[in-house]
T-cell receptor, first 116, second 113 residues
């Protein structure tokens, strides 16, 4: 596609429910990143994919968070048993190569998650 | 640990004032440096980038940044800001080792007309 696409754009869920957030990167981009943006907290790195593998998942806050990427394309971030502190905007970005070697990351519009 | 630090959390300027936003990063080998901007209600957009060569890089809308390797810094500058520059600015560092892209905490810029 023309840009990074994330769905849904907004999600309201009840505490304790599971949610899935989807990211469609730019076609041909091998690297994919997930971030969490909370008010006043900047962009918190969650996980990085190179192809289908995740060399760095050090930013996942707890074992309730997981992510996968299939076919070197679409990625899904899953949050189990959501808590109110999970409320944030979840951003996805993709780039042609990992390590941003001579390339930049392109961002989607994000998914605003609200846990009530 | 790899980290990026932005010194200013909120900057308020009047139109035509000069701007400089600080950004420092931790050592981690070869890096690629970026400034992103997020206008209200919009997604993150690239303002400028540095990979190699001339340490003074120019970006869109009159912004520029200088890479000072000895100081691990990549400060953003603009000689004369406009009201339309009101936005949040993020410094980001791409570490070749490991492939991670790390962001600073962001600086909110408010420009008064």
């Amino acid at each position: 596609g023309a840009g990074v696409s994330q769905s849904p754009s907004n999600k309201v869920t009840e505490k304790g429910k599971d949610v899935e957030l989807r990211c469609d990167p730019i076609s041909g981009h091998t690297a994919l990143y997930w971030y969490r943006q909370s008010l006043g907290q900047g962009l918190e790195f969650l996980i990085y994919f190179q192809g289908n593998s995740a060399p760095d998942k050090s930013g996942l806050p707890s074992d309730r968070f997981s992510a996968e990427r299939t076919g070197g394309s679409v990625s899904t971030l899953t949050i189990q048993r959501t808590q109110q502190e999970d409320s944030a905007v979840y951003l996805c970005a993709s780039s042609r190569t990992g390590g941003l070697k001579k390339t930049e990351a392109f961002f989607g519009q994000g998914t605003r998650l609200t846990v009530v | 640990a790899q980290s990026v630090s932005q010194h200013n959390h909120h900057v308020i300027l009047s139109e035509a004032a000069s701007l400089e936003l600080g950004c420092n990063y931790s050592y981690g080998g070869t890096v690629n440096l970026f400034w992103y901007v997020q206008y209200p209600g919009q997604h993150l957009q690239l303002l400028l980038k540095y990979f190699s060569g001339d340490p003074l890089v120019k970006g869109i809308k009159g912004f520029e940044a200088e890479f000072i390797k000895s100081k691990f810094s990549f400060n953003l500058r603009k000689p004369s800001v406009q009201w339309s520059d009101t936005a949040e600015y993020f410094c980001a560092v791409g570490y070749n080792q490991g492939g991670k892209l790390i962001f600073g905490q962001g600086t909110e810029l408010s420009v008064k007309p």
